[in-house]
Structures are given as C-alpha cells and as structure tokens.
C-alpha cells in the first residue's frame, strides 16, 4: 500500500456538500471517482477526460441516504464499473467492494476497510498517504449513527479502533463537509475531533450520538432506494428535491 496516488482531484458537489474523489494511475491512464453524486456527472467525467484519462471504476463508500449515486450513469456514458460493498448485496453491483481485497485501478492499490457505524456495510478506502473516510470520520465530526442501522458503538471502534490506528500523517478525505474544510490528518482527528478524538469514552459517545436532536433527513426515502438501485431518481420526486436529480429532466446525451 505504498503507491502514492499521483493524479488526484477533489471535487465538491453543493446541493449535498459530498466530496468526489477523482484518482487516476499515470502510467495506465486509468481513473476511478469515490462516491460521485447524480447532479454533478457530467462535471465529473469532463474532469476525468480533460486529464486524459479513462473512467473505469466507480466506488460508493455506502448507500447513502443524502444524494443519489451517479455510478449507473456513469457506466453508461463512460462504461466504468460499480464498485458497492459487497456486504449490501446489490444485483447491479459489478465489483463487490470487500475488508482486506485491494481494488485495482490501473497501478493504484485501493485498500477497503470495513468501517461500520454510520450504516452497517460502510468502508472506509485507504490509497498510500491518504484515506477516503467516507461518513465515518468527518473533519471534526462523523456520521450520524441513527439510521440505516447505523450504531454509535460500532462507529466508535471503527474509527478509534481502525481509522486511527492509520499513521498519523495519513491524510483524511471525508465524503462531507459542511464548512468548507478540505482535508484534515489522522493525527489532527486523533487529537482534537470533537466527538472522537482525545480520550472521549465509548460510553460517552454513545450518549453524545443519542443526543444530538438532528432532523429527519429529507431525502432520504428517496436517496435509499435510489441507491439500492445503484443511482436511479425515483418517480415522483417533490419539486423541492428536484435538485438532487436534475439530469431526469434534460437527459443531455440523448
Ligand atoms: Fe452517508
């Protein structure tokens, strides 16, 4: 796990403040995105094709309950195949995504680490200096633990437990920020996140996680199985979350 990811894009998606991770073997030309969003396709793939590279694989970290997966898209215009944890059990997945088993993408070794907490079959994806964290570390936050059998004690051995027991100077990539933070490390996690950094109890956590009085999120009955399906916008979409699948509308390439 020692290959350093050489072409490397962070690409931010506003309607759900998801980061994409666009990265790319040099000597292949071989690219993969982690966790691409529906409204922001076309933008990611001309990225890909503007360094001159082919999209072969995309990644989702979970099912996510907060934007739909552009990876069905994606692999029709562009021909890129699913990579899902194989522990969710989709029929459209193509690369079932699995604790230990690498992922290749041309030279680059992509390292998945089961990390649940935030949903059951989340992974964490560890490429030489850096992890894509997914919604189990946040930059001074995590996910939130309280659907999609998501458990603040399994979050906490993930993250105490797995993620930081990463070198200190790996860097951390999260799949949300809300406060136009980029990247953080896993020392600075360690050290100071709020809820799982320094010596904070995992009976401590639980009870922060059981508090926290978030609002019901609002899209995800329609974000789950959207994603189940590995990225369709369902019927009858409120004009409110229109944003979140505005491709339905224009289908762009015909
Ligand atoms: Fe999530």
Not at 201 to 213: A, D, K, R, T, V
Not at 215 to 229: C, E, H, L, S, T
């Amino acid at each position: 796990m020692k290959t350093s990811v050489v072409i490397f894009r962070q690409l931010f998606e506003p309607v759900s403040s998801t980061y994409t991770y666009l990265l790319g073997c040099p000597e292949t030309g071989q690219a993969v995105l982690i966790d691409p969003v529906m409204p922001a396709w076309q933008r990611d793939l001309q990225a890909v094709n503007d360094l001159g590279l082919q999209l072969v694989m995309t990644i989702d970290t979970h099912i996510h309950a907060d934007h739909i997966t552009s990876a069905s898209l994606l692999k029709r215009e562009a021909g890129s195949r699913i990579a899902i944890p194989a522990l969710d059990g989709l029929p459209c997945t193509d690369v079932g995504i699995e604790d230990g088993v690498p992922l290749q993408v041309g030279g680059l070794h992509l390292d998945p680490m089961h990390t649940p907490g935030h949903t059951d079959n989340h992974f964490a994806i560890a490429a030489g200096d850096r992890v894509f964290t997914g919604d189990a570390l946040l930059i001074d936050g995590c996910g939130r633990t309280d659907f999609q059998s998501g458990s603040a004690r399994a979050l906490y051995e993930s993250v105490r437990g797995r993620l930081f027991a990463l070198p200190g100077e790996t860097l951390v990539y999260p799949a949300h920020d809300y406060q136009g933070r980029w990247v953080s490390s896993i020392a600075q996690e360690r050290q100071r996140n709020p809820r799982l950094g320094g010596d904070r109890s995992l009976e401590s956590f639980i009870e922060l996680m059981e508090n926290l009085g978030l609002p019901y999120p609002k899209f995800i009955d329609y974000a789950v199985p959207g994603n189940r399906a590995c990225g369709v916008c369902p019927d009858g979409l409120p004009e409110a979350l229109r944003e979140y699948c505005p491709q339905m509308a224009e289908s762009p390439q015909g």
